[in-house]
């Protein structure tokens, strides 16, 4: 998180470095756990708590532990604990826990030489559980079409939840709080602005972190002086996932339905330019699909 907003920061001033590094510490990075938050007590941000007296345990619970620092998304998301969309099929189906994909080779790793989330090679793929989406002569005809095409996420995920322009701040107390100007449910496609070898997809889900030029205005004006070095609608891969989709049960729900695929119309002008490599130009949307020619 810290090498993300430090390219917004610019390279040659390290004293708005120190200076946010130090916001960051007591606002944003509260939820990164230690060891023992995850496996003896539950996290500081949900006010801790022991999990089992002061028993260390090797899978903590789901529901108590996961929950506590990714309810705001992630966890609404996969079960369905909002009625803004269904359970991931994973829990719905299967009963699946966090922890049946994202083990302990992934959260224990030591991440060196990685300078995104999306770098780390222990993460789990659709592919891992699913290799038979991966073959070139797969017999699912849309698998074949949009192999390495498009993420898998395009059309087996769901709406969900964006949020827009948090500012951070300490009040008359001294104590942190944040604000966050919207959060909105919705679904867009957008263009894969860096494309690795395990992430070949030209097309991604986008979804909208809350970083806003003034989100570190009260300890440092324009302190991200080079905003617009990094997108603000970044490639997304959401916990709802299910077989069959509002956007995957006819070609033409996706193919030439202008209102699904980011553009710019869907941008506040403050970010405009740094969502360049991320907007989908007309001519890259899908073409409308004829009557008998799916």
Known sequence: MKETIHKRIGDEDAETRNIIDEAMDKHCLVCHASCGQCHVSRPDYADGGFLAAHRFVKQPSMDTTCASCHGGRVYGE???????????????????????????????????????RLDLIEQPTCESCHPATTKENTENRSHAIHRNKVACQVCH????????????????????????????????????????????????????????????DTYVKNGLA?????????????????????????????????????????????????????????????????????
């Open 78 to 116: 996969y079960t369905g604990a909002k009625d803004d969309y269904e359970a991931d099929v994973h829990y719905e189906n299967e009963e699946m826990v966090c922890m049946d994909c994202h083990k302990s080779t992934e959260m224990h790793a030591s991440a060196s030489m990685v300078t995104t």
């Open 157 to 216: 995920s769901q709406t969900s939840k964006s949020c827009f322009s948090c500012h951070v701040g300490t009040d008359k107390k001294n104590l942190p709080y944040f604000k966050c100007k919207e959060t909105r449910i919705v679904f867009k496609i957008g263009l894969h602005p860096a494309k690795t070898e395990r992430r070949p997809y030209d097309y991604v889900v986008v979804r909208h972190p809350p970083v806003a030029p003034q989100t570190f």
């Open 226 to 294: 080079d905003f617009d070095d990094l997108p603000t609608w970044k490639p997304s891969f959401p916990h709802n996932i299910k077989r069959i989709t509002r956007q995957n049960q006819k070609c033409n729900n996706c193919h030439g339905n202008k209102s699904i695929f980011l553009n710019k119309a869907d941008l506040a002008a403050w970010e405009t330019l740094a969502n360049v490599g991320v907007v989908i130009p007309e001519n890259r949307i899908p073409k409308r699909i004829e009557e008998g020619k799916e």
